[in-house]
């Protein structure tokens, strides 16, 4: 990147809430030099889909496999946003099999949770063809400049100006800044980076700008839930021992039910090519330390098969699997959000032309894709005046 280019606007993260704000801006402002910087190979954040080099022809969303809204404040702006999605035909609303498991393995009544709050909607094709959709309605894709597989350590705002460095030292100059990650503001940056200071600190000293101070110190006390999601590719013969026919098919575990056999949740995704992809979820830490420690990984694969077939043992809709089935293992670099939310009144500082979004803002949808496209569209009308 050649470091005398100057950006109107440049974006980092590439996740839903990024897409949306994207969107958003350039509707009103197609003139503007944008950029979107992601540390990913494509867009998505953790709505992604893993299109497997290994396994070809596989498309499992590792990430969240569909979204709930419960707008339980009845928030136009949200509203009339899923509506346009529906509208374009980009979301459905999710009608997939949902059972909860007790500590007996045994289904029980659907019941709320932070999985199925308010209405579930599934993405027509996979999760990260949601966000492509998102950012290239209106023919806007070509309006902005993408840079895939780049991670920001460094941050510095001089006479009005942002300037970035990458990883890689790629210099990046902005007149705004939006971050849809928190990481560049957060403590874990200090270890993920390398680094011996938050780098938007680094950027903007204390007592200078009081927003900046309160959203850092918000951000103090938020933490991250660490999540290890196996990608299992069945082999040929795997089924059902029904005749479900839907795309995904859920199964939420209880907490008893989950300690037992350190499994979350576990969604099985029909494949193009008939084939049953399935993805399960963890957030046991014993398991991600254990994952971490051994170092053979194959068996710690066979723990996970073997977890599984006792879990759904003389289940009525589940088969067992075989020690040959094909898994892919993934650590999460950071999840989602938890303990203290960031007010929504911290978005924007004008003194400094940036502005945040992301799930990690204050609200119903706090740690989830509600929240994620929510604080997209609040921050999109805070900083329109500023483009005028």
Not at 77 to 92: A, F, G, H, S
Not at 137 to 144: M, T, V, W, Y
Not at 246 to 255: A, E, V
Request: hydrophobic share 35%; charged share 30%.
């Amino acid at each position: 990147m050649k470091s005398d280019v100057t950006y109107d606007l440049l974006i980092i993260g590439g996740g839903i809430s990024a897409c949306v704000f994207a969107s958003k801006f350039l509707n009103n402002n197609n003139t503007k030099k944008v950029g979107l910087i992601e540390i990913g190979r494509g867009l998505g954040g953790r709505s992604s889909t893993r299109m497997s080099k290994k396994y070809k022809g596989w498309k499992l969303n590792h990430g969240s496999p569909n979204f709930n809204i419960s707008n339980s404040k009845n928030n136009l702006l949200l509203k009339r946003y899923i509506d346009e999605l529906l509208k374009n035909k980009y979301i459905k609303i999710d009608d997939s099999d949902k059972f909860f498991l007790n500590e007996d393995s045994n289904f029980e009544t659907i019941k709320e949770s932070e999985f199925s709050c308010g209405v579930n909607y599934l993405s027509l094709d996979s999760m990260s063809d949601l966000s492509k959709k998102i950012i290239e309605s209106n023919n806007l894709k070509e309006k902005i400049d993408f840079f895939f597989e780049t991670l920001i350590v460094d941050m510095k705002f001089n006479d009005k100006e942002w300037l970035l460095t990458s990883k890689n030292g790629d210099k990046f100059k902005s007149k705004y800044l939006i971050c849809s990650t928190n990481l560049l503001l957060h403590k874990r940056s200090l270890k993920i980076l390398n680094v011996n200071q938050i780098p938007l600190r680094k950027a903007i000293p204390i007592n200078t700008d009081k927003k900046i101070d309160l959203i850092l110190n918000s951000l103090e006390e938020q933490t991250f839930i660490p999540r290890l999601t196996f990608l299992i590719y069945t082999n040929e013969n795997y089924s059902y021992k029904d005749y479900y026919s839907k795309k995904q098919r859920y199964f939420y575990l209880k907490n008893n039910l989950e300690n037992k056999y350190r499994f979350e949740r576990i969604i099985f995704q029909l494949q193009d090519n008939n084939k049953l992809g399935i993805v399960v979820h963890s957030k046991n830490a014993e398991l991600i330390n254990s994952f971490v420690s051994l170092k053979d990984e194959e068996v710690f694969k066979q723990k996970i098969i073997t977890n599984f077939n006792k879990l759904f043992e003389g289940n009525s809709l589940v088969n067992k699997l075989t020690f040959d089935e094909k898994i892919s293992i993934m650590k999460w670099r950071a999840s989602q959000p938890s303990g203290l939310a960031v007010p929504l009144s911290l978005q924007f500082s004008s003194k400094y032309r940036i502005g945040f979004c992301g799930d990690w803002f204050e609200g119903d949808g706090f740690g989830r894709i509600e929240g994620s496209i929510l604080s997209a569209l609040i921050l999109e009308k805070k900083i329109k005046d500023v483009f005028k």
